[in-house]
């Protein structure tokens, strides 16, 4: 059997999600419905053994929403079977938007008069690449199955590629074609929606 992890960067899936389905995911069902897929496309690996799925996420201690979703994170999702969840935190700023045409740059809604703010995700694509490489490092895994659009990882995946790893992307269609197109497989998640829906 072939030794596989899966590595999800949770706001990427799910804001992709949410613009594509109105019921939401199923977590529990994710890693099998992605090494399925995995091992369907690469079919050399024979089983893959799933020893790991880690999940990282970042959360707004200013916003409500985001309390509950770490409760979620913490006492639901890291507590099934297999997964690891990481939490990093952001800080909301207020931040300006400015008219291209004009200029002008206004600090809140004309209508509601709330703040624009922005809250930089700090840190979880670190962290992703900074586990893949330990992991691949302790010789931890052969397939690490990527769930991520972000062409940032781009480079760190060549490297842990030119070790003899295998990265398999699993993106959303019309998404993150750099980074699919580095790794050595890729797939579409779109079709797994509806067997994931809740």
């Known amino acids: 059997m072939t030794a596989a992890r899966i590595f999800i960067d949770y706001w990427n899936f799910q ?11 199923d977590w529990s069902k994710l890693p099998n419905a992605l090494v399925a897929s995995a091992a369907a496309i690469a079919p050399q690996f024979g089983s893959l053994r799933l020893d790991d799925i880690r999940v990282y996420a970042s959360v707004n201690a200013d916003r409500p929403n985001d309390g509950k979703l770490r409760n979620w ?15 990093r935190e952001r800080k909301s700023r ?8 004009c200029g002008l740059e206004t600090h809140e809604c004309p209508h509601c008069h709330a703040k624009f703010e922005r809250a930089a995700e700090k840190g979880v694509d670190a962290a992703i690449l900074t586990d893949m490489f330990s992991l691949a490092w302790e010789q931890a895994y052969e397939v690490a199955i990527l769930v991520s659009s972000d062409a940032d990882m781009v480079p760190a995946v060549e490297k842990i590629q030119d070790k003899g790893l295998k990265v398999i992307n699993a993106t959303w269609s019309g998404w993150g074609h750099q980074l699919a197109k580095t790794c050595w497989a890729s797939f579409d998640i779109d079709p797994l929606i509806i067997q994931l829906s809740r």
């Open 15 to 25: 804001l992709q999600w949410n613009r594509r389905s109105q019921k939401g995911c």
């Open 94 to 101: 207020v931040q300006p938007i400015r008219c291209r045409e």
């Open 73 to 87: 994170l913490e006492t639901f999702l890291d507590r099934q079977p297999g997964f690891r969840v990481f939490i």
